[in-house]
């Protein structure tokens, strides 16, 4: 994976942050997608004396909202780096059915 670039969406806890440090382990570097900056900076905390990789970016946004979606894809086309991997794991648990933006159901 060296010399890849990866981007992780839901990082901050469990699969997502366990994938996030075993990519960056293996030598990509890593762009954290989440819904929140606090948590987001703590698991890029946790990367950087972890792997010793400092080339850990951090897109904050609502993964529910397509608004956010493209913003955050504006933002890193904007780097000029490749997305040569995609490790899709943000999601949330509802126990009732509901919608989202654009009338799209919510995930359960």
């Not at 994976?1 to 382990?25: S, W």
């Not at 819904?35 to 905390?45: F, I, L, N, P, Y």
Request: net charge negative; with cysteine.
């Amino acid at each position: 994976m060296t010399g890849k670039h990866v981007m992780v969406t839901g990082c901050t806890a469990d699969l997502g942050q366990a994938g996030a440090i075993a990519i960056a382990e293996m030598g990509a570097s890593i762009a954290l997608v989440c819904r929140s900056r606090d948590k987001g900076q703590a698991v890029r905390a946790e990367i950087e004396p972890t792997t010793g990789r400092k080339d850990c970016d951090l897109y904050v946004d609502d993964m529910s909202s397509l608004a956010d979606i493209r913003a955050i894809t504006a933002e890193f086309l904007a780097t000029g780096k490749p997305l040569d991997g995609l490790f899709n794991n943000a999601g949330v648990g509802m126990s009732t059915r509901e919608t989202i933006q654009n009338g799209f159901e919510d995930t359960h």
